[in-house]
């Protein structure tokens, strides 16, 4: 009898530790997949479910931040997403899975949902009627999933835009919660907590598109004769390594960046440039001028040094086509931002 219980004890054991493998491999492979080349960005073919703590919201966004601010809340989080969107799928499968992230943004936060191409009506602060779609265009929803973080008094205070991996989504948390926002920028934020790796001994993975020495990028007084691409980048990045070995090594997109002007720099360097207003800086200074902490990241400008659209997130082949094909067939010149341009589908 003795022995029969020691086997149930050694099978029950055998059996925790099974199902703790496979909980925790699922974790890893959801938060690798997304990050590496092989990520299928297509639409997905079924709606995402968001989770059921979402608040329940009438979409009067002057209530929903009184609101939070009586609920005891630091704030609060819209959400814009689409209802068949990978990265929207990864940020709350992946992001809201976990259990401290779950925790802390429902007490912290209250969370209200938006679709990007819905129909609903959004009553605004300043009382003006409008459909979900319009809301985003407005706010320059440009890329689902897009977190805009709003304080006690309704003030956008931060934003995340496209999908973060959990350790910079809960820096991103704690940033807001703890209103770091009011002393110093995310970058630096995220540099002194010495979450962004500084410079390694490895080079950037220069290509053949990008621009040669001297780097003189002013277009302020004389126009260019096309877009200005200017992907931030440093040393040892994983991600860096995978938009050029996946996405930019597409056919397709080699094709499309003859169109632009694109100049690859080290968020980190000394490289010093002519920015687009003509200032003499290095490309630490502009990169932290700019508020970039992550890489790579790509800043589009038009042929006048106008600032159009950024990406400063994961991001793999569709995402970056869709965004190629709006610099380059000269969408931009015709809505207001990328949210209006692919609102026209």
Excluded at 58 to 72: N, P, Q, T
Excluded at 90 to 116: C, G, H, P, R
Excluded at 168 to 174: G, M
């Amino acid at each position: 009898m003795l022995f029969v219980v020691n086997i149930y004890k050694q099978l029950k054991i055998l059996v925790a530790i099974l199902v703790f493998s496979f909980v925790y491999h699922s974790n890893v492979v959801a938060e690798i997949d997304i990050g590496e080349a092989g990520f299928d960005d297509s639409l997905l073919d079924e709606p995402i479910k968001k989770p059921d703590w979402f608040k329940l919201s009438f979409l009067d966004m002057k209530e929903d931040i009184a609101e939070a601010k009586e609920g005891g809340k630091k704030g609060l989080v819209l959400y814009f997403g689409m209802e068949k969107c990978p990265y929207c799928k990864a940020l709350l499968e992946v992001n809201f899975s976990k259990k401290d992230i779950s925790i802390y943004t429902q007490e912290n936060f209250d969370v209200v949902a938006l679709d990007v191409k819905g129909n609903r009506t959004v009553l605004t602060v300043d009382g003006e009627d409008i459909s979900e779609k319009e809301f985003a265009i407005r706010n320059k929803a440009n890329f689902t999933p897009t977190l805009i973080f709003y304080d006690q008094d309704g003030k956008e205070v931060h934003r995340m835009v496209g999908y973060s991996a959990p350790y910079t989504f809960r820096a991103s948390l704690e940033y807001v919660a703890d209103q770091h926002y009011k002393n110093e920028t995310f970058r630096a934020y995220l540099a002194r907590g010495e979450l962004i790796n500084k410079p390694g001994k490895d080079l950037l993975n220069y290509r053949e598109f990008s621009m040669h020495k001297p780097y003189i990028l002013q277009r302020n007084i004389v126009h260019a004769q096309r877009p200005l691409l200017v992907i931030f980048e440093q040393g040892n990045c994983h991600a860096c390594d995978v938009l050029h070995a996946g996405a930019l090594a597409r056919d397709d997109l080699l094709k499309q960046s003859h169109k632009l002007d694109i100049i690859q720099l080290d968020m980190w360097g000394s490289d010093k440039i002519i920015d687009v207003s003509g200032k003499k800086i290095t490309a630490r200074q502009w990169a932290e001028s700019l508020g970039i902490f992550y890489t790579p990241t790509l800043v589009f400008y038009d042929e006048s040094g106008n600032e159009v659209v950024r990406l400063s997130s994961v991001a793999h082949f569709n995402r970056l086509s869709n965004l190629f094909n709006y610099m380059t067939s000269g969408g931009y010149k015709q809505y207001k931002n990328l949210a209006d341009w692919n609102s026209r589908k």
